[in-house]
Structures are given as C-alpha cells and as structure tokens.
C-alpha cells in the first residue's frame, strides 16, 4: 500500500506524490506519457494489453503495470482492483488508449464492423474506464480526467472526407469531455479533451513532425496545471486551445 504521506513534489496540489492511471502504454504516446509522469515523481499505473508489453519490463519501484483491455468491463474492473491494493485513490486519469484502423475507406468501402471496433474502443471504451474509476478519483486530491482526442474530432475544422470511424470516435469523445465535466464539474473535477499534434508512432505517420516523447512533455504541464480556469477544456500542445 502506497503511504498516505509521499514526498512533497512541485507536482500535486495535496502535498502527496500524485497517482496516475494511463490506459494504452505498450507503445507511443501511452509509453511516452510513462516515462514524463516517472520523471515527474508520479506513481504511476500503466495500462498495457501486449504480452512483453515494455512497461511489464521496466524497473521502477513507482511504476505498477496493470493489465487493462479498456473494450472489456471486467478487465477495467480487475485493474481496479489492482489499483486499490496499492492506493485508496487516483489524481489523474489519463484515456490514451485508441485505434485509428479505417483512415483513408472511402465511404462505399467502409467496414461496419471496424466502424463499430473504432467508436467501441475511442469512444466508450475512456467512458468505460472514467465510470469505473470515479470513485478513486473523486478520493483523490486532483480529481482530473484527460481524454486524448485528436483534431479529426473538431467538428468546425473538419475538411477530411473519410477517417468516418476514427474522426466520429474523438467528436464523441469530445462530447463526453463537455459531458463529465457537466456531471463532475460541482465536485471539484476538470475533464479534458487534448490533441497531442501529429506523432511518429504506429497510429500515426513516419513523417510527422513530433515524436510521442516531445508531445508527451508538451501536454504534461496543461494536464498538470494547477491554474484550472486558466486551461482551455480541448487543448493541443502547451496547451493552446483547440477549437471543438
Ligand atoms: N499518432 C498521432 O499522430 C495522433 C494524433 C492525434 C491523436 N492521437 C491519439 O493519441 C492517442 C495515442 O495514440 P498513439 O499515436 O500513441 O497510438 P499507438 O502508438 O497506436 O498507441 C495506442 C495504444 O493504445 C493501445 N490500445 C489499443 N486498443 C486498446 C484496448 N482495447 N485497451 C487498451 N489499450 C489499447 C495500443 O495497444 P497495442 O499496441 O498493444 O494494441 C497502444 O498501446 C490515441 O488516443 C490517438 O487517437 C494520436
């Protein structure tokens, strides 16, 4: 069990080492976002899903691999479970997790099973994971929820014609953002949607311009600050607005 009382960091409002749950860390920006909170002195659970996931392979007496399929309630709920042999709470909760299988279909060819797998695992599963850990959040001293998204989901820039799955997925996405934080907002709670740029990672493509580690250490101060008002709710790096 983590002790009541951590260090003091720069970095948590109660004066403890802040606890973070991030879903989808066997690669990419889920990875990335592992390392920065480490760095940072988080306690950190990691959601993997791949046999020799990295993180199930890195020594760090504050980093807890948990196995989480965040399309499988019962997976969620055993990785609470989990969670809660270590800690009574969580700070943050980061929704990272996502699939982006059918960009690029045109509309005669799309598979309605992959649209389904798309919204089943960007747009439920976060909400998934959020149901099952509002209550360790609300135990927690930050009580904040960070789902990523992505510019595909902004309704008023939209110019693709295609990515009907993956860009349907993050506005919905988005709209549950607005949505919890109707719901949680009277708590103390500030939920986010953030875009994390175009990344080199398997999702995106081998020439964009960011790797996940520098996206990763771009939104870690927005997702952290503690100036809450001073945040825009859909925010992209260093925590410029984005517009839904
Ligand atoms: N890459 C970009 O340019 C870009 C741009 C805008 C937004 N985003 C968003 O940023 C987030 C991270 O993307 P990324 O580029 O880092 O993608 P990535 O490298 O493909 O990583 C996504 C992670 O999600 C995991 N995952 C997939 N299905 C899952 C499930 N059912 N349960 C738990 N984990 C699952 C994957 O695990 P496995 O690999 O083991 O399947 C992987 O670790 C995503 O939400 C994405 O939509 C990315």
Redesign the pocket.
Known sequence: MIPATMPPTAHSPSGKRGTVLI??????????FVHTFLAENWIVFA????TD?PVTHMDNPHLIPVF?????LE?IKAARSEIMAHTPSLDLLI??????PDCGIPLEKLDFDVVQQVLN??AV?PLRVTQQCVGLLRKGAYKRIVN?????GSIIDCRRKSWFG?SMS?AALNIQTRLLQNYLGAEGFRVYSA???????????AV?G?S?QE?ANRLYAPITGFADNDIPQFFELDGKPMRW
């Not at 879903?23 to 990335?32: E, H, I, K, N, Y």
């Not at 959601?47 to 791949?50: A, E, K, L, V």
């Not at 875009?195 to 493509?205: A, L, Q, V």
């Open positions: 879903t989808g860390t066997d690669s990419g920006l889920g990875l990335a959601g993997w899903i791949q996931s989480l399929d965040i399309t499988d997976s929704n990272n997790a996502g699939i982006n695992v960007n599963g990523l998204s992505s510019e595909a993956y993050k875009h994390p740029g175009g990344m080199r990672t398997g999702m995106g493509s964009a960011l996940p996206s």
